[in-house]
């Protein structure tokens, strides 16, 4: 009954933040929200059983992925106002691509039927429980000794897509200027550093340092004077 309860509270609260990632104006807000929905999702898997993807959702994603969108936005200076001004011209292009994809989506929900066999793959034991194995263990297992290969292959191929969008991001600016290691190492201490003598109660005046000038103080404007006004007494 309570993990009832709490897989519905996570589900209510993961789809409420979901939408709200989508229709949050601030990007700020939606990396938050996104945040949120991570978390959420997290507890879902807790709930499942799943507790190695449950920390890799929250380690990875939320501790690397969702930092990292999150500064990013917050240290670009973006205009919003100005993406925002072509938004009635391309809204029935993009009306037409949301069409096109919920016409594709409502089809494969329509077409698809479960396989005769499912039902008994869903009472399937856990693989490793024979050997009295975690889900963490087993997966492990399947992972770094089953199909060690194929996860190093996977590493490298992300490694190279790393590289590769570094090198066309890469841009040659003029002017910048680059550290050059062979002359650091070879300059002399007598080229680098100046030794000064500096008498006990000496002053930057008495070692050839100069402060520049204030500049001269405005003398406040005089307020005028008030007014005095008389007062006559008369009779009537």
Do not use: C
């Amino acid at each position: 009954m309570l993990a009832a309860i709490a897989f519905y509270v996570f589900a209510a609260v993961l789809v409420a933040s979901a939408a709200m990632v989508v229709t949050a104006r601030n990007p700020v807000h939606s990396v938050l929200f996104l945040i949120l929905a991570f978390f959420n999702a997290a507890g879902l898997f807790l709930i499942a059983g799943a507790e190695f993807l449950a920390m890799i959702l929250v380690i990875v994603y939320v501790g690397a992925v969702a930092v990292l969108f999150l500064f990013v936005v917050m240290m670009l200076d973006v205009d919003f106002a100005r993406l925002r001004e072509g938004f009635q011209r391309y809204a029935p292009i993009g009306f037409a691509v949301g069409l096109v994809l919920f016409l594709e989506l409502a089809f494969v929900l329509w077409a698809w039927t479960p396989a005769p066999e499912a039902g008994g793959l869903r009472m399937y034991p856990q693989p490793g429980a024979e050997a009295g194995l975690s889900n963490t263990e087993a997966l492990a297992r399947v992972l770094y000794t089953d199909n060690v290969l194929l996860f190093q292959a996977a590493g490298v191929i992300l490694l190279i897509a790393m590289i590769g969008a570094i090198v066309l991001t890469l841009r040659e600016r003029p002017g910048t200027r680059r550290q050059v290691i062979a002359a650091q190492l070879a300059r002399v201490p007598g080229e680098t550093v100046v030794l000064r003598q500096v008498p006990t109660g000496a002053g930057l005046k008495d070692l050839g340092i100069l402060r520049p000038p204030l500049p001269p103080a405005e003398e406040p404007e005089a307020l005028p004077e008030p007014e005095h006004h008389g007062h006559g007494g008369g009779h009537h």
